[in-house]
């Protein structure tokens, strides 16, 4: 699944392009709009499929070449749409690209790293080299977290679960993780670097959205006071346990 290869070609500047761009290719012209979708790739798949559809003018025949060759998941797309007006002879592309959440690294049931790949904010799972594509077009500035799960819980509704969890964060709170792993219990636990110290969460196994509100204001309130806990237990809902360390 996570076999994908790019390899260096020259792409038409226009599709490297933040806004969209006309050119003309033999005698249909393209419009492109990549959004926030790394340019490289965006722009390999316009090629594919400008390619396409100039065979036969089929926008078909593209839909086809897409489904079958996965070409969506290949290049990071969570929607794409693609029109053609015969009229002025023009045919659109338009990408979006999912947000990047977390860097997922999924595990057997004996423990052994399986494999890695990028979370994205649709909840699906992409290659590991969507972050560095980000990041080297600054798209990305920051670093993502580190997720552990096990091949059940992927297979599970657990990177649903997850990627609402974490697009429900505060933007600045979640650039303070470090990891995130959810245990066989489905409990979760969540590493932040505060104050250049670790500090645990102990999120338990349900009403993550509902403890986060708690979560939130106990982070501002240790920020403020420059006093940074060694963990934070929101295990029982009702009943926060804050402990520091003895260590000043």
């Not at 003018?57 to 070409?71: G, Q, R, T, W």
């Not at 969570?78 to 029109?83: H, T």
Request: charged share 30%; hydrophobic share 40%.
């Amino acid at each position: 699944m996570w076999s994908t290869f790019l390899v260096s070609i020259l792409i038409p500047a226009s599709l490297l392009a933040a806004r969209p761009e006309s050119f003309a290719q033999k005698d249909v012209k393209y419009r492109t709009y990549i959004g926030e979708c790394p340019s490289k790739s965006s722009g390999m798949f316009g090629i594919l499929v400008m390619k396409e559809f100039e065979k036969n003018h089929s926008l078909k025949d593209v839909k086809e070449k897409i489904l079958k060759e996965k070409l969506d998941e290949k290049f990071f797309l969570s929607n794409y749409r693609i029109s053609y007006n015969p009229v002025i002879k023009t045919l659109k592309l338009r990408l979006e690209c999912p947000e990047p959440l977390a860097k997922v690294q999924v595990y057997k049931s004996n423990g052994d790293e399986h494999y890695s790949a990028i979370l994205g904010a649709n909840s699906r799972l992409y290659e590991p080299q969507y972050e560095n594509l980000m990041k080297a077009e600054k798209k990305l500035r920051h670093n993502l977290p580190l997720l552990a799960l096990t091949m059940e819980q992927i297979e599970s509704d657990a990177p649903i679960t997850l990627s609402r969890f974490i697009k429900a964060m505060d933007p600045e709170l979640r650039r303070t993780i470090s990891e995130m792993i959810v245990n066989k219990n489905s409990e979760l636990t969540i590493v932040f670097s505060l104050g250049g110290r670790a500090t645990s969460v102990f999120m338990g196994a349900d009403l993550w959205e509902e403890k986060l509100t708690k979560l939130t204001k106990i982070v501002g309130f240790v920020r403020d006071s420059k006093r940074y806990p060694s963990s934070i237990n929101l295990v029982n809902a009702k009943k926060v346990v804050v402990k520091f360390s003895d260590k000043i």
